[in-house]
């Protein structure tokens, strides 16, 4: 019998944070045992940017080669998840350091910033098509949240045509706080297109790490395809950062 989607642990969690992001609440070291206790292979570091209040300061990229490249077993990949702070996608890190990232996730935060204007629909979309075309970022974080609209189908065929991936992020369906058919129609538009998805859990806290059997439970209902899912095995996620290489 064939397993179930749902079933299946991602070997990579592309989307974590520690107390360095200023309102998370466990340390790398930590994160790195969470992953390792549900047998992962790798976390992405992705600490806020310093326009959210509490968030790491803007040369964390050059500060982040002080990480080894393995914690407790598990191979860490230094990122950011930036601010994108206008309609003209201007960020809260300079481009020296966003050359730096080895993941690079970029977000619009509706609370708790410094700095950051939310437009409308259009005014966002732009955005994110714009800041989706600088090489060092692989995705838009969180981009189906109702807060910050967007068109999510320009989104996910912009992704598409670079190269990138679409974020589905875990912590904005498991929350509740979220409308959860936004979400959904975001996996279904990038399964429509087959284009590639990454699962992050937005971990902030340790026992957060990995934890995203609801979204693969929301895959699962649709039938999205495995394949699809570039963190879902250490050999799909070795073979996107190796395509990421090429394009660097």
């Known amino acids: 019998m064939a397993v179930k989607l749902s079933e299946l642990q991602p070997a990579v969690d592309t989307h974590t944070h520690t107390v360095l992001s200023g309102h998370a609440w466990s340390t790398l070291t930590e994160n790195a045992a969470a992953a390792r206790g549900r047998g992962m292979k790798g976390l992405c570091l992705t600490e806020h940017g310093p ?50 990232l080895e993941f690079g996730i970029a977000s619009f935060h509706h609370i708790g910033g410094i700095g950051i204007t939310i437009g409308n629909e259009q005014e966002n979309t732009e955005a994110y098509l714009k800041i989706l075309r600088n090489p060092c970022i692989d995705t838009i974080g969180h981009a189906d949240e109702p807060n910050v609209p967007c068109d999510l189908e320009a989104v996910v065929l912009e992704a598409r045509r670079l190269g990138k991936v679409n974020e589905l992020n875990n912590n904005r369906l498991a929350s509740g706080i979220y409308d959860s058919s936004r979400i959904r129609t975001y996996a279904l538009l990038c ?10 859990s937005d971990a902030h806290f340790h026992t957060m790490v990995g934890n995203v059997k609801p979204m693969l439970e929301l895959l699962e209902s649709i039938d999205f395809p495995p394949e699809l899912i570039i963190n879902l095995t250490e050999e799909s996620f070795l073979s996107y950062m190796n395509e990421r290489a090429g394009r660097m």
Do not use: F
């Open 191 to 200: 399964k429509e297109y087959r284009q590639r998805v990454c699962i992050g």
């Open 51 to 100: 326009a959210l209040i509490g968030g790491a300061p803007d040369y964390t990229p050059h500060s982040q080669r002080m990480v080894p490249e393995t914690v407790d077993g598990i191979r860490v990949w230094k990122g950011m998840e930036i601010n994108i702070l206008d309609q003209e996608g201007n960020l809260d890190v300079p481009d020296r350091y966003v050359r730096l």
